[in-house]
């Protein structure tokens, strides 16, 4: 069945560096996301992404967060300047978005990376 | 902002028995819900979803009910069973949206 993968499965990280985290989402999938867990707390949304610009944003995700699409496959998050309470369980997501099409609603999640920022 | 909301962070039940998973939500604009359910370093994994048109949906062990008027939805599982222990998220979408809500998860636990 096809997945969504990501890397790295876990990074620590000095306050202050740039992180970048990265998805390979699903082939035939149009929709991305990021979404992002802090330890105990619910799934947030950050970003989607469509036809290659961001389509929506929540306003966790500020200026020191960027996502891109560099080469049709893989999908990136990148944080410029970690900050402590950066620290959180980071997923990537796809879906299809195709109208009509089975499954086109659902997203399918990745099993995330790990971010630790000491 | 408690748009999808959980209200049970923990559910306990007897192998062989019913769990009855509750969602409430505020937004009368979400016309979509979904189920997910997470094992602990894993992603969250698509379980059953229902549209707004629709009162009932099953698949399985698996069915979601939907009451439009009370903003309230619930995932029952028939038999439980132990595999059946994760953290289930409830998450909804607006009409014509794009990003899902979640709920904050509760815990359900299958006791063999």
């Known amino acids: 069945e096809p997945e969504v993968t990501q890397t790295p499965s876990h990074q620590v990280t000095q306050m202050g560096q740039e992180v970048i985290l990265r998805c390979v989402p699903i082939?035939?999938?149009?929709?991305f996301y990021w979404y992002r867990q802090i330890l105990g707390q619910k799934v947030e949304f950050l970003v989607s992404f469509y036809n290659n610009e961001i389509s929506e944003k929540s306003e966790i995700f500020d200026d020191q967060f960027s996502v891109e699409r560099p080469d049709g496959s893989n999908f990136t998050l990148k944080i410029r300047s970690t900050k402590l309470e950066d620290s959180a369980m980071y997923f990537c997501a796809s879906r299809k978005g195709l109208a009509g099409a089975r499954g086109a609603n659902v997203l399918t999640f990745g099993a995330g990376s790990r971010l630790t920022v000491l | 902002d408690q748009q999808v909301k959980q209200n049970s962070p923990s559910l306990s039940v007897q192998e062989g028995r019913i769990s009855i998973l509750n969602c409430d939500y505020t937004n009368s604009m979400f016309d979509y819900f979904l189920w997910y359910k997470k094992y602990p370093a894993e992603g969250p994994t698509f379980l059953i979803s229902?549209?707004?048109?629709?009162d009932k949906n099953e698949d399985g062990r698996f069915t979601v009910f939907l009451n439009k008027s009370a903003k309230h939805l619930s995932l029952h599982i028939v038999p439980s069973q132990p595999g059946d222990s994760a953290v289930y998220f409830c998450a909804a979408r607006r009409e014509y949206g794009n990003k899902l809500v979640f709920g904050a998860g509760t815990i359900l636990r299958v006791k063999s």
């Open positions: 082939s035939n999938h149009l929709y």
């Open positions: 229902i549209s707004s048109i629709k």
